[in-house]
Structure formats: structure tokens, C-alpha cells
């Protein structure tokens, strides 16, 4: 069974669309996050959500709006797509604590390409 | 403010050579350590962690790693490379008593030749 599991794996689309990454955990956990891996493997976290409460929020642009229907579920939508949106983004989970006691379990990533 | 620098972007070794990724970090508070393993268009996996118990912490594979709080590294280690072991690694700190928010080094890409 997968533990984090995010879809797509992979998506070309075109400038201006708008595109959604839908996340799953099946962990138990109930902290949820997206990592952005920019084109040189740099890694950065861009939001988290505990029980659906946005709990991190980095300088991201709002056209990045992520979205938490349960504790098990985190989805990224983002609008008017630009070339720079072109990278992999990482969705992972862990239970919710105070620095790195608690594991951070990452799904395999989706692959965005924006043309 | 928190931060990871992993000394080499790239190390190339033998099959079955010993294997040395070094990391510095760099933390005003009490840190949290880790290194992940990211292989081929695949996601990344927790090798091991250092959350303040045992300084010498040993992972998953074979990979241990010592926390120096004198020299702020955490330098990951395996006695002798696979070439499995051919992947992307990741030094990563995070802040204890904060949110679980992982700050990643620049990653080093580790060549296993036969």
C-alpha cells in the first residue's frame, strides 16, 4: 500500500492554464505538506496544514492555493500557470510535532511542465 | 535562522570503496538532522535522524552518521559503496520546538562506478 500517494505523476501543460495536484496519505498522520523541487533538485517547503488548518505558509505566489478537505487529503491548485511553475512538487505527511521527532514521509512526486 | 550546506555537489567512488557525503549545518536553536535519499524520478526517503539521543545514528542501507556539535557537521558514512547507492542525497535540518519544517541542503549526487 502506498503510503503518500499524489496525482498526477506527470503533467505538460500550457501558460495560463489552470492546474490541480491532488494528495492522499493513508498514514494515520494528521500534518500535511508541499515541497516544490526546483530544476536544480533545490527543495523548499511551500505550505503545511495540520487537521486542515494552514499551519506554514512561505512567500508563495497566491495563485498557489492548496486545499484540505480532511487531514488526509491536501490538494494544490494553481492558476494562470507560468514557465517558472515548471518543477516537482512533493506532498508529504507526518503527525504533527515540534521539531524532527516525528518522521516527514514523502509521496513520489508529480512532474510539472509548463510549455 | 536555520540552514544546511552540503559540502560537495558531486562524489564519485568504486563499488565497494567507502562512501563519505559531508554536511555542515548551521542552527540557533537545538537542531533536528536528517538525511533523505532521492533515486531517479522517484521521491525521497528518510535514511536516517538525529533528534538529540545517540550522536552516532545509524540508517537504513547500511548509512550511519555522527553529529558534532563542535564542527556542526553531520557527515553521512557507509563502509562500502553498492551501486544501488547511486542517487541524489539531501542533508536536512530542522529546528526542535518548532513546526515541523524541514530546511534541505543543495543535495549531493553520488556516482557508484563498477
Known amino acids: 500500500d502506498t503510503a503518500v500517494s499524489q496525482t498526477p505523476k506527470y503533467l505538460v501543460t500550457q501558460m495560463g492554464n489552470d492546474k490541480s495536484i491532488k494528495c492522499e496519505q493513508n498514514l494515520g498522520h494528521d500534518t500535511m505538506y508541499w515541497y516544490k523541487q526546483d530544476s536544480k533538485k533545490f527543495l523548499k517547503i511551500m505550505f503545511s496544514?495540520?487537521?486542515?488548518?494552514?499551519?506554514i505558509n512561505e512567500t508563495v505566489p497566491n495563485r498557489f492555493s492548496p486545499k484540505s478537505p480532511d487531514k488526509a487529503h491536501l490538494n494544490l491548485h494553481i492558476n494562470s500557470l507560468e514557465l517558472g511553475d515548471s518543477a516537482v512538487y512533493f506532498c508529504?505527511?507526518?503527525?504533527f510535532g515540534t521539531g524532527g521527532e516525528n518522521t516527514i514521509y514523502f509521496g513520489e512526486g508529480s512532474w510539472l511542465t509548463v510549455v | 535562522a536555520q540552514s544546511v550546506t552540503q559540502l560537495d555537489s558531486h562524489v564519485s567512488v568504486s563499488e565497494g570503496t567507502p562512501v563519505l557525503l559531508r554536511c555542515n549545518y548551521s542552527?540557533?536553536?537545538?537542531?533536528?538532522l536528517f538525511w533523505y535519499v532521492q533515486h531517479p524520478n522517484k521521491g525521497l526517503q528518510l535514511l536516517l535522524k538525529?533528534?538529540?539521543?545517540?550522536?552516532l545514528v545509524k540508517g537504513i542501507n547500511g548509512f550511519e552518521a555522527e553529529f558534532k556539535k563542535s564542527e556542526t557537521s553531520f557527515h553521512l558514512t557507509k563502509p562500502s559503496a553498492h551501486m544501488s547507492d547511486a542517487a541524489e542525497y539531501f542533508c536536512v535540518v530542522s529546528r526542535s520546538g518548532g513546526y515541523n519544517k524541514l530546511i534541505f541542503g543543495a543535495g549531493t549526487r553520488l556516482a557508484v562506478h563498477p
Open positions: 508529504a505527511s507526518s503527525q
Open positions: 538525529y533528534t538529540s539521543a545517540a550522536t
Open positions: 542552527s540557533s536553536y537545538s537542531p533536528s
Open positions: 496544514y495540520n487537521n486542515k488548518e494552514l499551519i
